[in-house]
């Protein structure tokens, strides 16, 4: 009995695993670098996606989110990027006066302390301490200092969570930026989590948010040359038919118009959807690549 039904799940197993594998071998196969007029027009298709979406863009209060638009329009000068950050000062004129001011060219604030997080997410107090240079918050949030660890998303509470690392970096660049001077060892962290996240887009194929924020974070932290162009290709074929993309991609369609695909959370079942979280994400990407193939 125990044979009768092992063959099948062998054979099951067997077939998923080569699946997994060709797909490791397309997600990591040799191409040339994309054609300069293909990264435009995905870019051009990504900013109709915001212009057609602006009221429910400008109510989304990320300040990380805003901050990846800015940042974008710095690199690519695109006036219509600029009125739309500009409209969003507008909505939300606090976002300048807070912990997140130094995000837009605020001074920050390095007298704050843990009271000023409570209640965020273990990255956002990260990031916080980091950008305001506020030695206060690790010392009275320890998770907050653990994060300045390079093994810190290894740990079993953070070692199933996506984007763990890609936060993490964030934040130790951000240490970086601010040359606050809390890590003597900067470079070897930014090292070893670069390395982390290139082993993450070698054997992760799901390109969903978080596939995004994996060539992001080796972008903005200068290790650009470990990207692989078919993973901006990836990238650029997941991109929606409106000109944004989402946390899910599609596999194999169901009866009932969603289908069974990949997520963040692996395995579900969904419908394939912009965000702005993961939009934000490839139109700074975008603007990165075609302002470098720009300059030379």
Known sequence: MIKFVMGPVVVLLAGLLSLYMVGVYNN?????PQEQVALTESYERSIAWLQSNRQKVLANNNPMLWWMLGESQQLNGDPRLKEL???????????????????????????????????????????????????????????????NQ????????????????????????????QACGFLPEIDEVTATLQNYIVRQLTW????????????????????????KSIWIQRMLGQQQADGGWGDFQSLIALPDGRSLGFSSRIISIGKEKSSLHASAQGIYILSHLISRNASG
């Open 85 to 147: 950050v500009n409209a969003y000062f507008n909505q939300h004129q606090r976002v300048r006066r807070g912990v997140w001011g130094p995000l837009f060219g605020v001074s920050g604030n390095p007298y704050l302390d843990e009271y000023n997080v409570q209640g965020l997410p273990y990255y956002n107090q990260h990031f916080i301490y980091a950008l305001n240079c506020a030695q206060g918050i690790a010392q009275g949030v320890p998770l907050v200092a653990q994060q």
């Open 28 to 32: 990591n196969r040799d191409m040339e």
């Open 204 to 227: 992760d194929i799901r390109v969903v948010d978080v596939y995004l924020q994996r060539i992001l974070m080796l972008l903005i932290t200068g290790a650009e040359a470990h990207i």
């Open 150 to 177: 390079s093994g810190f998303c290894l740990q079993s509470s953070y070692v199933y969570r996506p984007a763990c690392i890609t936060h993490q970096l964030m934040g130790i660049n951000f240490l970086h930026q």
